[in-house]
């Protein structure tokens, strides 16, 4: 059973920068943190939980909104996948979750494409 522990939140002005990062663990013998699909939701109060960042095997993808002010990237070596956040607004505030697939691309950022999932992080932009 693979299990997600996301950090790296917290509370910061417009225009600044925060890293998330999500450690794994549990891989399925056989399989390492380079063949599955991790990608980032995001959920606002009062709004679904919405997809804005995948990376897999074979591609990476960006929501419009995050295009340009987000970057994804992982460390398979030490099993830890990140979302660097800059240029942060305010309705970028929101509790980021990571999730992992068995994917060798990122054709679809649906919920149930992806088996596992962390707790989430909490992100607030304000000034």
């Known amino acids: 059973q693979v299990q997600l522990v996301e950090s790296g939140g917290g509370l910061v002005h417009p225009g600044g920068s925060l890293t998330l990062s999500c450690a794994a663990s549990?891989?399925?013998?056989?399989?390492?943190?380079?063949?599955?699909?991790f990608s980032w939701f995001r959920q606002a109060p009062g709004k679904d939980r919405e997809g804005i960042s995948c990376?897999?095997?074979?591609?990476?993808y960006y929501e419009d909104s995050v295009e340009g002010r987000f970057s994804i990237s992982r460390d398979v070596a030490n099993n830890v996948a990140y979302l660097q956040l800059d240029d942060l607004k305010p309705e970028d505030t929101a509790t980021y979750y990571c999730?992992?697939?068995?994917?060798?691309?990122?054709?679809?950022?649906?919920?149930?494409?992806?088996?596992?999932w962390g707790q989430g992080t909490q992100v607030t932009v304000s000034s």
């Open positions: 990376i897999s095997p074979g591609d990476t």
């Open positions: 549990g891989f399925t013998e056989g399989f390492t943190m380079g063949d599955y699909a």
């Open positions: 999730a992992a697939g068995l994917l060798s691309l990122c054709i679809s950022m649906g919920e149930g494409d992806y088996d596992y």
